[in-house]
């Protein structure tokens, strides 16, 4: 079963490592930039690149996986043309699978979604990797799923609706708090302080978000009600404007959540 | 070398903890509340448990430990009573020193800022914690260095004013991220969703932020300037205002940095 990878960015980088080392061929590699396409061929020895939508033209593949930004995928459902017989998957989070049927009558049709944060520096393990899956048919529903599972031990079937969810759930817990790491290191090499100070405190954040609910095991001045506290930070920040209406926003809605489930108990 | 500790919340439990387990001799617990003095002396086998603040009438100590909340802290100071030729320390992040050498004259006074999130169901590991002392002599500096030194592998002298930013940015890496992470967990519960199923992301979040500067590696549609999936995201919200409130003003400060660091390159 040969695959063919559309699009070049982070997701694709992946998706090409990813087939390759479990030994599935990918037969094709397009890119609107050739040099996109040609850098990321690297990984795959066997692909023709191509920056031509016309996949009648290229090696052909069996299932082709739509690896580009949501905002580019209607352009390119216009101008893409698919041989017959093949299965069409996209790769977004949100984007209905229902886009696919309808900009491309006659083809097998389905929704391949990673749940992982993809950077090109940064390689991966795809075992531990939620792979959520949609399709238009069953025939493409055990095609999807059997390479899903050369990738995964965690393939899930799941409908557009609840992988929507997912997404925005993901959205808060992966790029909403790598923000907030992010802003946390901008205020410790402010104050000229080693950025690997708060490690410690981070891991075991981490370590107790999968323990516990994390509403449970709350802790800090918000947590607490500490005014005090709230109110040296505030302070602190009024420098950095942006900073502080993240702060306010957040211990507001820490506040909330202690309010609304006050059975969960105090902590520190 | 003997240790008293004031309070018998989170901190002051994985201090007693922490301490008995060095081989020190925690010799005085001290709580409004004498059957939580009573408790946490359960790990204290040797310590006499008391709720006067009067410490001339107790078991004697070295060292004195205030880990009580900030807001409960110069109240404290004005009852409280200690024997000659002790040093007392807080734990606070925010606090000042000069605090204690105002209220308690002719004692020396420190920080014992250990930057942790405690909770008291999850034991934590000393050994990685940043310890940051500050002091009013050379003598209390050489006492607290040694105590943290018992505890901890990172003891490091730090003036109050650095301090306070630590405390602060601790606040985002750890206590606003927890809360994303209760969102994200409330998010998927609400879907019917496993909520392991995120575990995968946010632990290749952490490892990434540690590996590069987050805001480098930051993902996600508010980085990418993707308006159509953020849309989407804002309609899926509506039934939830605190949140959509949280991912807006979030999804906005993502992208003031991205605009004020192009540099940093795109991100999936």
């Known amino acids: 079963m040969k695959v063919g990878i559309v699009g070049a960015g982070n997701v ?28 990321l061929a690297q990984h795959a020895p066997a692909a023709a690149i191509t920056d031509s939508l016309n996949f009648k033209l290229s090696p052909p593949a069996d299932i082709y996986l739509l690896a580009v930004p949501d905002r ?3 352009q390119l459902l216009q101008e893409v043309n698919f041989p017959e017989g093949v299965i069409v998957a996209h790769t977004s989070g949100t984007q209905p699978l229902e886009l696919l049927m309808s900009s491309l009558p006659g083809v097998e049709t389905g929704v391949f979604y990673p749940l992982q944060t993809f950077s090109k520096e940064k390689d991966v393990d795809w075992k531990p990797i939620p792979i959520c899956i949609e399709t238009s048919s069953q025939h493409a529903e055990l095609t999807l799923v059997n390479l899903g599972r050369l990738l995964s031990n965690q393939v899930v079937l799941m409908n557009g609706e609840t ?11 992966c790029n909403f708090t790598n923000h907030l790491w992010g802003v946390a290191q901008d205020l410790l090499q402010k104050a000229e302080l080693p950025v690997n100070l708060l490690e410690p405190l981070v891991q075991e954040t981490v370590q107790k978000a999968f323990q516990f609910p994390p509403f449970s095991v709350q802790t800090g001045p918000a947590k607490r009600g500490d005014s005090i506290t709230i109110d040296a930070h505030v302070q602190l920040l009024q420098s950095e404007p942006q900073y502080l209406q993240l702060y306010q926003v957040l211990t507001k809605s820490i506040q909330t959540v202690a309010e609304s489930e006050p059975f969960l108990g105090k902590q520190a």
Chains 1, 2 share one sequence.
């Open 12 to 39: 694709a980088t992946h998706l090409v490592k990813g087939l390759v080392k479990a030994g599935m061929e990918v037969s094709v590699i397009n890119s609107r930039t050739i040099a996109s396409a040609q850098s």
């Open 72 to 74: 580019t995928l209607p």
């Open 163 to 173: 992988r929507r969810k997912l997404h925005v759930a993901a959205v808060f817990a």
